[in-house]
């Protein structure tokens, strides 16, 4: 597919567009079109300047079909940049849902955060305004509209938690047992790296004492701890002893709400593994299942069964874990809505404390779409009707959406959504979402976020992506890392201050 841009810079959102309706075409942008040009399918976005406002043109082109709109646009919007590029983006989705037949939700909506975006517009122009903007400008449907209000309201009471000086902890453990065929993490097997990961965390350990100095000399508080990848799990029970004794010993916990580790594929959990967390003041766990349908986990790639799953839960709750999370995912090659139907009603049954449901992304790095000889080709409509099915029965339940986040390629543009049972919603998925605060990540492929208190200002500090590279390039990694001083220099005087309660 090529699109064409004229006269205009709104080519990140008119592809990102174009992507939702096209996960699968490779999109070439150009600002004119090539000469002898034979591409099958063209879309022409353009602007063209009039004396008193703006032209705007869009083109859908594919073979035989043709269709276009235009729509002329005059003061104050025309001088508005924002508006403009909306105004392009309703008319290429009214042309692209024309022709394919399927209205995506959440409307010409691309970016990751919807609800930081409607509370923003909620306090610009207030809450009635803002919803018929979300609804009627914006073309977000009804549902997704009541969806973000609830969700924007429930994770509301969790954002008021942070203070100017809190900040939260993310530990990245790269490895799992196995690698999901959806997966474009920079996790690696554990079978091909075992070797690196007692450098690997010995090196971890020194990062974590150096990030708690940088954090104590700034006088930050530490509000959650989060230990994800990866599956933090595939650690040994020993290996998670020597990480969460260096935690515990580097940094203050007396002010931390919650201490989450991913013990996230049920064929990493032992007993013993489990005894380590409880010893050391884990608070949340998260066991995730992703579907309880064999056929469907094997076709991804993972390495256990639904009863495994059910074996793992019921271990932590004998164990006394008391605070559990399970993830699941909509669209997945070879689950039917019956299967994932199922599925759902079974985690219900298990009654676990939060359950995050996924919509599969279909990204390009992930072996699933790169593997041509079984192109995976998804069901759209059949996704939506997972979600749709999960928010009906979640609500029915008792859960409540807390927060909501959408990624780029997801399967009918739809989302991820964390529900939760009230009282055991977890703050670093919230602050993490909402960009509240400070995150100070370790671990390769971690990012650090530095957020000004005082402002939306935030600066993003990344560690190496790769074990190898992380372990190979590590002091460069620790300089880089006092880039977390200079940066709470420049936003204000936190240093100078004392924290408060
Ligand atoms: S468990 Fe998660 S991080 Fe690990 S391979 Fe699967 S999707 Fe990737």
Known sequence: ??????????????????????????????????ENCKEKMLIYTGIKKEP?????????????????????????????????????AVLLFRLLTAYCGFVPKWGILTGVRPVKLLRRLISEMGETKALDFYQNQLLVSEQKTKLSLLTMQNEGKILSLSKPESFSLYISIPFCPTRCSYCSFVSSS???????????????????????????????????????????????????????????????LSAC??????????????????????????????????????????????????????????????????????????????????????????VIGLAPESITVHTLSLKRSARLFQDESEPFRNDTQTAEQMIDYADEQLLKYGYKPYYLYRQSRMVGNLENTGWVKPGFESPYNVFIMDETHTILACGAGAVSKIKDPYSDSLNRIFNFKYPYEYINRFEEMIIRKDQVKANYGKFCRISERTPSD
């Open 190 to 252: 554990v079978e091909k790296t075992a070797k690196l990961v007692p450098e690997y965390l010995r090196l971890l350990c020194r990062e974590i004492e150096h990030t708690a100095q940088v954090a104590a000399s700034l006088k930050l508080r530490l509000e959650t701890v989060y230990i994800g990848g990866g599956t933090p799990t595939t650690l040994s029970a020993e290996q998670l002893d020597t990480l969460l004794s260096t935690i515990r010993r580097s940094f203050h």
């Open 257 to 346: 709400r919650e201490f989450t580790v991913e013990a996230g594929r049920p064929d990493t959990i032992t007993a013993e593994k489990l005894l380590s967390l409880k010893k050391h003041g884990v608070t949340r766990i998260s066991i995730n299942p992703q579907t309880l349908n064999d056929e469907v986990l094997k076709t991804i790639g993972r390495r256990h069964t639904a009863e495994q799953t059910l074996s793992a839960y019921a271990l932590a709750r004998d164990l006394g874990f008391d605070n559990i999370n399970m993830d699941l995912i909509a669209g997945l090659p070879k689950d039917s809505l019956e299967s994932f139907v199922s599925t759902l009603d079974r």
């Open 52 to 88: 008193n406002g703006l032209t705007l043109t869009v083109r859908v082109q594919f073979g035989e079909y043709c269709r276009e709109e235009t729509e002329w646009i005059g003061s104050p919007e025309c001088g508005n940049e924002n508006e403009q590029e909306r105004h392009m």
């Open 1 to 34: 597919m090529t699109l064409l841009i004229d006269g205009h810079t709104f080519h990140y959102e008119m592809e990102n567009l174009c992507r939702l309706f096209f996960p699968y075409q490779k999109i070439k942008v150009l600002g004119k079109f090539p």
